[in-house]
């Protein structure tokens, strides 16, 4: 597909010619741009579904893994083992955006909740889940 031949690209091109580790991350930023802009427009003209709508449904869980990876990124500076350290990172990366999408009832969180809902038999698990949606007043 197109993105992949964008990636391949820009990947070799800061290997082999630019020979840097950031320029290899530059690339992809690059490559990603160009692949969103054209999901974008495909979206538009195929769905009727406009950048606006897009960046409404996108940025709040944006910005809540932004604020995630930024309190993440300041426990590397705990003095600890540099294992146990990823380890906290990871569960408290977790937990901290598992229990925001819950107090925020983000869309996605509520989403996965009700499907999840859905599938499982179990009475408890089930009665567990609705207890995690609010339900929202009119």
């Known amino acids: 597909t197109t993105t ?13 010619v630019l020979e ?4 290899i991350a530059y690339g992809r930023l690059i490559a990603e741009g160009i692949n969103l802009s054209m999901f974008c427009y495909n979206s538009k003209k195929l769905l009727g579904y406009k ?3 897009q960046l409404q449904d996108v940025i709040p869980n ?3 893994a932004g604020i995630m990876g930024i309190l993440t990124y300041f426990l590397k500076f705990l003095p ?3 294992l146990l350290i990823l380890v906290l990172q990871v569960l408290f990366g977790v937990a901290f955006y598992v ?3 819950w107090l925020l009832q983000a869309e ?3 989403f996965l909740v009700t499907s999840l809902g859905e599938h499982i038999s179990s009475p408890k698990v089930h009665r567990i889940l609705q207890k995690l949606v609010r339900e929202k007043s009119a």
């Open 4 to 16: 992949t031949i964008l990636s391949l690209a820009a990947l070799f091109y800061a290997v082999f």
């Open 20 to 23: 840097s580790v950031i320029w």
């Open 51 to 53: 950048f606006k709508e």
């Open 62 to 64: 944006v910005l809540l």
């Open 80 to 82: 600890m083992n540099y």
């Open 99 to 101: 229990l925001a999408s």
């Open 108 to 110: 996605s969180f509520v």
